[in-house]
């Protein structure tokens, strides 16, 4: 007995375990909502503004709609056996010990309405299986507990079935949404993208300001006239990147290191300042129709500005959207240069170059940071890099690798296909959801503890414009330093030799120690 | 009589678990997948695409790198359970095929295996916590009345022996619509009884992973997006 319950784990995530399991504390977050949003950010993606009289028909009518229309969302509803396979699975659960986080808890809310309305058994025995009426506390329990869950698929890679938490809580969404409860952050920046183009609400003549002043600095930096075109017609490239990589920290650092490779590599490449944000919350609401029109600015603008191929830059759900929905939703893409990847992946295309020896390094440049690599959810389980399996895994370390000399891996249970979500992503990255998203973050930062301790790791890169925003946050409530989270170009663009460059800092380079952050780090960087 | 209504029962439970079943699969097989939402990383053929799931199928490969305590268990519950029910396949067939009766020595230990996997399934479900929370009483009930068919059926084999040939006789009567009489013992009546509501509740219950295993999105896509335009069809609201 004792020993089948072992797994009853007690000890919280912690630097020797990041993955332990806190006691388990009913209703611990069902105070955790985000802000409801506003009537018109609802009305102008098509959703009712407030919550309509009728909504628990059309909820249910929705939930009936979904079921026939989505094989994924049909088939996990009616497959889960309640093995518990995934319970111990969820960084919210690891780090809230709120029931409702376990994926199949979170799955169940929803289950056991479907149970109800959509089958034998719930229709006639709803006590014996489970089954609930659809009442109000439900819906406030879905509005809580689904805007608790990243769609990072943590969950669906240790089912035996593949059952992906992440799609019930895109349906869970898409109900609440077509009866006019939608979630705040989400819809207006959905509603922004459509007006501008972007999370930011940037327009073009900001977003050319904002490219001049970055090639100046880069100017300063290299004295080469390094460039950031934008809207410029017939280049080869489109670059779709994250707004973010415009202004914030470190993403920033991000996009100049792509325009070093492009320019090393002589390439012809723009932005678009009709299609320029690459993440696309259209997947987070699991709204097919918000995510297509999204989708579509991103072609048009390759029609419009007669480019050949399409890269995107560092954004983990981005890539996911772009890797397996756009040639869906906005394809077919037979107007690009069909021998390149459509889309490519910016760390494909940074790794090609190295492979045929395109680019030169001097990797002492990085030799003050020593990093591990935090694999963004959406690209280890919702994507791939290069042609084989795992080579989103395996590229973004081998670019690292190439650039940096003192590179560790974090714990196995808490990367690669296993990787642990920064807590941010799946449209919680809001103030209002502050709390969860510490929580979730906990296991993360424990492993990146552990790295530190262990190996005296001082920084951590990411590929995810949420990730490094979020790190960015969360870092200093670990006892980090706010800037120990990297953009992975960051490091390309340390690195990098330029033809022709000048190289200021040549003198000061022996200085430079690693800088640690509390514990002792022994790491001998073998 | 009682060997009436028994003919009857299982009549109508196969033919509700065969239209039950095939409905589902129908149902499956015909809803879209509107996207590509394969878990990666992932085979990037359909060749690739057969082997996981044969991997899925046969090693319960996921649940294996999930909990062991849940992979041990199960694995012994429905291996077991393959081989009873290979093993059952005598009281069907006339003459036996060869390779049914090499499995006989066999398939009495798998009876115990699989009662002991459904053992410590239960157990867990009753002292973990986490899982005791997402149970319902249809998950406890099921686990009994898998036990209680495996129960009854060892004890039939090993301490009330019943007279297998008259239940055979039975069996091949059903198949040929020639009613023949049923011993009329407790363990067998119960043990058919059981396995009668079990192919009734088959096809509205969680025993529908069997069929929905194999329509899995996440598991069952190729990954492929790029190379391949995948065209689920669109929901009609666009
Ligand atoms: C293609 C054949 C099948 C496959 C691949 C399969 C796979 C699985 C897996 C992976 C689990 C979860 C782990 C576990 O709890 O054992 C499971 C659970 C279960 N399976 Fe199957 N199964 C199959 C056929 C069947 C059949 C024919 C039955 C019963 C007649 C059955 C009854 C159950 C039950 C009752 C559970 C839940 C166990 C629990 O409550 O913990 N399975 N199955
Ligand atoms: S692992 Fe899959 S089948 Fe098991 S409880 Fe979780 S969702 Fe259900
Ligand atoms: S998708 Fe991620 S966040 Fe959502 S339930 Fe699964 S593990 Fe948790
Ligand atoms: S923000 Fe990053 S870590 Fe978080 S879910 Fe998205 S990809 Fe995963």
Redo the contacts with the bound molecule.
């Keep these: 007995m004792v020993e089948l319950a072992i797994d009853n784990k007690i000890s919280r995530t912690s630097i020797d375990d990041p993955t332990a399991l806190p006691c388990m504390t009913p209703d611990a977050m069902v105070g955790s909502k985000p802000f409801l949003a506003a009537p018109d950010h609802n009305t102008k993606l098509g959703f009712p503004g407030e919550l309509v009289d009728d909504w628990k028909e059309k909820a249910i009518a929705r939930m009936g709609y979904l079921a026939e229309t989505n094989k994924a969302f049909k088939v996990?509803l009616d497959?889960?056996?309640?093995?518990?396979?995934?319970?111990d699975k969820c960084h919210y659960y690891m780090g809230s010990g709120d029931p409702k986080n376990m994926?199949?808890a979170r799955?169940d809310l929803l289950r056991s309405v479907y149970r109800r309305y959509f089958t034998f058994a719930g229709k006639y025995f709803p006590k014996l299986v489970g089954a609930v009426d659809l009442t109000r506390e439900v819906l406030d329990d879905w509005y809580s507990y689904y805007h608790q869950c990243s769609q990072c698929r943590r969950?669906s890679v240790?089912?035996?079935?593949?059952?992906d938490?992440a799609e019930i809580s895109m349906a869970a969404r898409d109900i609440m949404d077509h009866i006019g409860v939608g979630q705040k952050y989400c819809n207006e920046i959905i509603g922004k993208v459509m007006d501008v183009g972007n999370n930011l609400g940037l327009n073009a003549k900001a977003l050319k300001a904002t490219m001049e002043d970055l090639e100046e600095d880069l100017e300063d930096e290299t004295g080469l006239e390094i460039r950031i075109p934008v809207d410029e017609h017939g280049a080869d490239i489109l670059l779709i990147t994250p707004s973010a990589d415009f202004f914030a920290e470190p993403h920033i650092d991000g996009l100049m290191g792509y325009a070093k490779v492009f320019h090393a590599a002589g390439a012809s490449w723009t932005v678009s300042s009709y299609a320029s944000e690459a993440a696309n919350f259209g997947m987070f609401i699991g709204s097919e129709e918000n995510t297509a029109v999204l989708c579509n600015r991103i072609r048009k603008a390759a029609e419009d500005l007669g480019v050949k191929r399409i890269i995107f830059g560092e954004c983990g759900h981005a890539w996911r959207v772009a890797y397996n929905f756009l040639n869906t939703l906005a394809g077919p893409f037979d107007f690009l240069d069909q021998n390149y990847p459509i889309p490519q992946h910016i760390l494909e295309y940074t790794w090609d170059l190295i492979e045929r020896d395109q680019l030169t390094f001097d990797k002492s440049k990085n030799d003050e940071y020593r990093v591990t690599f935090h694999d963004s959810c959406n690209v280890s389980r919702a994507s791939r890099m290069g042609d084989k399996p795992g080579g989103q895994f395996d590229i973004p370390r081998n670019v690292l690798k190439a650039v940096c000399n003192n590179y560790y891996d974090m714990p196995d249970e808490t990367i690669r296909e296993k990787t642990l979500c920064c807590g941010g992503g799946g449209g919680l990255l809001t103030d209002d959801l502050m709390d969860i998203r510490k929580k979730g973050s906990s296991p993360r930062m424990h492993a990146l503890q552990q790295v530190e301790r262990d190996f005296g790791v001082t920084h951590m890169v990411a590929i995810c414009a949420i990730c490094k925003t979020q790190f960015a946050k969360m870092m200093p409530e670990f006892g980090f330093d706010r800037e120990a989270i990297l953009s992975a170009h960051q490091l390309v663009s340390n690195a990098i030799v330029l033809e022709g460059q000048i190289d200021e800092d040549d003198d000061d380079d022996e200085d430079m120690e690693p800088e640690m952050n509390g514990a002792s780090a022994t790491g001998d960087g073998s | 009589m009682i060997s009436t209504l028994y003919a009857l029962l299982f009549y109508v439970a196969t033919f509700l678990l065969v239209a039950g079943v095939s409905q589902k699969i129908w149902i499956y097989w015909r809803t879209p997948s509107p996207l590509k939402v394969v878990v990666t990383p992932a085979p990037t053929t359909n060749t690739g695409v057969v082997l996981r799931m044969a991997r899925e199928v046969v090693l319960f490969e996921s649940?294996f790198k999930?909990n062991k305590w849940i992979w041990v268990f199960g694995w012994m519950f429905h291996f077991g359970l393959l081989l009873v029910l290979i093993r059952h396949l005598r009281y069907f067939t006339n003459p036996v095929w060869w390779w049914v009766s090499l499995l006989q020595t066999v398939g009495i230990y798998a009876g115990f295996a699989m009662f002991l996997g459904l053992t410590g399934l239960l157990i867990r479900r009753i002292v973990v916590n986490r899982v005791r929370y997402?149970s319902a009483p249809s998950d406890y009930l099921m686990l009994l009345l898998l036990m209680a068919i495996g129960f009854s059926g060892l004890m039939m084999r090993f301490v009330l022996p019943t007279d297998i040939v008259a239940v055979k006789t039975f069996f091949l009567g059903l198949l040929r619509f020639n009613l023949q009489p049923l011993p009329m013992d407790l363990p067998v009546l119960v043990h058919l009884g059981l396995v009668v509501v079990l192919m009734i509740i088959f096809p509205i219950s969680k025993l529908l992973?069997v069929p929905g295993l194999f329509f899995s999105p996440s598991r069952t896509q190729a990954d492929n997006a790029r190379e391949k335009r995948h065209v689920g069809a669109a929901p009609a609201g666009r």
């Design positions: 996990y497959t889960c056996v309640k093995c518990g396979a995934c319970t994926p199949v799955q969950c240790f089912c035996p079935y593949g059952i938490t | 649940l999930s997402i992973h």
